[in-house]
């Protein structure tokens, strides 16, 4: 009969509307879980990104740091102290960052890494400058092999520091970037080469004037003396043809509007320059 109840109906309407509710739950949490998911990635893949960046920045500055210390002071002991007190204050920086939230185990491992690199190149450096402090009353020829030796054993230590690690800092890099999808990589510091920024007057080693002027005649001033000559520049090779026939031969590393460092052939030795 049409009047009477159908009570098989009623419970399948009801259970079709309890799994068509079910249903859409399952469909609006599933979208705002991928969401959520999505953004919870997006939050990690930029923190991943934004502690590199600053790791790489401190891995960096040390570098620029150490090639214009020269420009701080013409004290050894000075230069040292500026040196030592500047790799201190980055590993407390790289030390904050590592405690920070959310950063990757990896992370942390290329972080300490890192501070062990500073750590490291700290005694470097104070043999250096103590050796330079230990000679500062010897001048010209008597002081040129001393300085020869004591760059090169800074130089060889300071490379094998800070090469070391690369190759693990490659690998580490690589896995974060497969597991963040990212794209971090090693930004190796490259000093500015700007030959425009030659003519001016430089102070050399704290030792002698330069004065390059822009008609290409040198001037160099040590010890009360004066010599004088013309210079050129090509692929950044920096040449003083001096009036008694000399020749000093710069091989430019770095060259900017402040400071400038090269490779004295004639001498074989590194040498930095700030313009007065």
């Given at each position: 009969?049409?009047?009477?109840?159908?009570?098989?109906?009623?419970?399948k309407n009801?259970?079709?509307?309890?799994?068509?509710?079910?249903?859409?739950?399952?469909?609006?949490?599933?979208?705002?879980?991928k969401?959520?998911?999505k953004?919870?990635?997006?939050?990690?893949r930029?923190?991943?990104?934004?502690?590199?960046?600053?790791?790489?920045?401190?891995?960096?500055?040390s570098?620029?740091?150490?090639?214009?210390?020269g420009?701080?002071?013409?004290?050894?002991?000075?230069?040292?102290?500026?040196?030592l007190?500047?790799?201190?204050?980055?590993n407390?920086?790289l030390?904050?960052?590592?405690?920070?939230?959310?950063?990757?185990?990896?992370?942390?491992?290329?972080?300490?890494?890192?501070?062990?690199?500073?750590e490291?190149?700290?005694?470097?450096?104070?043999?250096?400058?103590?050796?330079?402090?230990?000679?500062?009353?010897?001048?010209?020829e008597?002081?040129?092999?001393?300085?020869?030796?004591?760059?090169?054993t800074?130089?060889?230590?300071m490379?094998h520091?800070?090469s070391?690690?690369?190759?693990?800092?490659?690998r580490?890099?690589?896995?974060?970037?497969?597991?963040?999808?990212?794209k971090l990589?090693?930004?190796?510091?490259k000093?500015?080469i700007?030959?425009?920024?030659?003519?001016?007057?430089?102070?050399?080693?704290?030792?002698?004037?330069?004065?390059?002027?822009?008609?290409?005649?040198?001037t160099?001033?040590?010890?009360?003396?004066?010599?004088?000559?013309?210079w050129?520049?090509?692929?950044?090779?920096?040449?003083?043809?001096?009036?008694?026939?000399?020749?000093l031969?710069?091989?430019?590393?770095?060259?900017?509007?402040?400071?400038?460092?090269f490779?004295?052939?004639?001498?074989?030795?590194?040498?930095g320059?700030?313009r007065?």
């Open positions: 009969m049409s009047g009477a109840p159908q009570g098989g109906n009623i419970w009801i259970i079709i509307g309890v799994l068509t509710t079910v249903v859409a739950y399952l469909i609006v949490h599933f979208i705002f879980d969401k959520d998911a953004k919870e990635a997006r939050k990690k930029e923190k991943i990104e934004t502690t590199w960046n600053a790791v790489n920045e401190y891995i960096n500055r570098k620029e740091k150490f090639t214009t210390i420009c701080f002071s013409c004290d050894a002991v000075e230069m040292k102290n500026e040196l007190r500047e790799l201190d204050q980055m407390k920086s030390q904050n960052i590592k405690e920070e939230e959310g950063v990757d185990e990896k992370m942390k491992t290329i972080i300490d890494r890192t501070i062990r690199m500073f490291d190149e700290k005694p470097v450096l104070s043999a250096f400058y103590d050796t330079l402090s230990l000679y500062k009353d010897l001048k010209g008597a002081v040129l092999p001393i300085n020869r030796r004591a760059q090169q800074m130089l060889n230590k490379s520091i800070q070391r690690d690369t190759a693990d800092f490659t580490y890099l690589d896995d974060l970037n497969k597991k963040y999808k990212t990589v090693l930004k190796e510091f000093p500015e700007n030959t425009d920024e030659l003519t001016g007057r430089w102070e050399v080693d704290c030792s002698y004037t330069m004065n390059i002027r822009s008609n290409h005649k040198a160099i001033e040590s010890s009360g003396e004066k010599y004088t000559g013309e050129s520049v090509d692929d950044n090779v920096f040449r003083i043809g001096f009036d008694d026939g000399s020749v031969t710069h091989r430019l590393i770095q060259l900017d509007h402040s400071f400038m460092l490779f004295i052939v004639e001498n074989d030795v590194f040498s320059a700030c007065k």
